[in-house]
């Protein structure tokens, strides 16, 4: 099994900034693709942004892309995900996920392991 932990949520004003981590262990770090993926009160969880196992390539979805964007640090064996110009929409719990396939998935399915989550909420 491999272990997600996720740490970085709060509360910040629209327009502000966050960074999030995601420390991992078990399996060689090196060895998965990572995602965060958020979801809302009552809503469904939707992907937002996803990093290649070397770091070399990124995917986003369109709602956050110039905005967000991720990294990792295989040594470290942790994954960031830099929050820029928040807005109210985007506020929910946000989890990190491992994928051992070879290129990391948009949809939940496609992930075998999950961080518990952190919440982030941005104020109006």
């Known amino acids: 099994q491999v272990q997600l932990v996720e740490s970085g949520g709060g509360l910040v004003q629209a327009g502000g900034s966050l960074r999030l981590s995601c420390a991992a262990s078990?399996?060689?770090?090196?060895?998965?693709?990572m995602g965060w993926f958020r979801q809302a009160p009552g809503k469904e969880r939707e992907f937002v942004i996803a990093?290649?196992?070397?770091?070399?390539?990124?995917y986003y979805a369109d709602s956050v892309k110039g905005r967000f964007t991720i990294s990792r640090d295989n040594p470290k064996k942790t994954v960031y995900l830099q929050m820029n110009s928040l807005k109210p929409e985007d506020t929910a719990i946000y989890y990190c996920?491992?994928?051992?396939?070879?290129?990391?998935?948009?949809?939940?399915?496609?992930?075998?392991?999950w961080g518990q989550g952190t919440q982030v909420t941005v104020s109006s």
């Open positions: 078990g399996r060689t770090f090196s060895s998965y693709g």
């Open positions: 996920a491992a994928d051992l396939g070879l290129r990391p998935g948009v949809q939940s399915k496609d992930y075998e392991y």
């Open positions: 990093i290649s196992r070397s770091g070399s390539s990124a």
